[in-house]
């Protein structure tokens, strides 16, 4: 079975704090993807990628970034974080050309006071 | 703009009667189409798929099927059991998208014994 592993499943920061999420896939696939969850809106992509050192803004990257440096792990960083960032993260992974394969991890639940 | 659109938040139906979930898209360059069920606190997992050259598929209770015409899409559970309780979430992909799926904002499921 493929495995996609978020590193925490619970976080707690404090407005301003840099944020590392981290999210870990052992399959060797190509494309990884960060996604927020609120109630209401569904998830929303923030950012994905489609190779080590690449990464391309997806529908909401406003205040996100990500690293890219193996093709395993995927890092979506909060440069500081806001109150409005308190979300469920989730990590997804997929190989390319495959479109039933999305897998998720099982979540970071982040909360900024 | 929301490419898709899951108008009913929620749904309560009785142990063993059929569960029908409804999802519209506008983005004519969609041709395949997924359904995510969730629990709370964790990561979606893949249901069912559609490609747009097909108009039904089913596996086991889950069928989905497909209205290109209308750009509508429904997934039917049947018997539905208490177990299919959760948020269910339809998705969509455009070929050379990067296999990157676009949300609707879920539907809540509860199947009531």
């Known amino acids: 079975d493929v495995k996609v592993t978020q590193s925490s499943r619970y976080l707690v920061k404090r407005t301003g704090e840099k944020v590392f999420l981290e999210c870990v896939q052992d399959?060797?696939?190509?494309?990884m993807f960060w996604y927020r969850q609120d109630p209401g809106l569904g998830l929303r992509l923030i950012y994905f990628?489609?190779?080590?050192?690449?990464?391309e803004k997806g529908d909401i990257p406003e205040g996100y970034s990500v690293s890219r440096e193996k093709k395993e792990r995927f890092s979506l960083i909060l440069e500081s974080a806001s109150t409005n960032q308190t979300s469920m993260y989730l990590c997804?992974?997929?190989?390319?050309?495959?479109?039933?394969?999305?897998?998720f991890g099982s979540g970071t639940r982040l909360t900024v006071v | 703009d929301q490419q898709v659109k899951q108008n009913s938040p929620s749904l309560s139906v009785q142990e063993g009667r059929i569960s029908i979930l409804n999802c519209d898209y506008t983005?004519?360059?969609?041709?395949?189409f997924l359904w995510y069920k969730k629990y709370p606190a964790e990561g979606p997992t893949f249901l069912i798929s559609?490609?747009?050259?097909?108009d039904k598929n089913e596996d086991g209770r889950f069928t989905v099927f497909l209205n290109k015409s209308a750009k509508h899409l429904s997934l039917h559970i049947v018997p539905s059991q208490p177990g299919d309780s959760a948020v269910y979430f339809c998705?969509?992909?455009?070929?050379?998208?990067?296999?990157?799926?676009?949300f609707g904002k879920g539907t809540k499921l509860t199947v009531n014994p």
């Open positions: 559609i490609s747009s050259i097909k």
């Open positions: 990628s489609y190779d080590v050192k690449m990464k």
């Open positions: 997804a992974s997929i190989t390319g050309g495959d479109r039933d394969g999305y897998t």
């Open positions: 399959m060797d696939h190509e494309n």
């Open positions: 998705a969509a992909s455009a070929q050379g998208g990067s296999e990157k799926l676009v």
């Open positions: 983005n004519s360059m969609f041709d395949y």
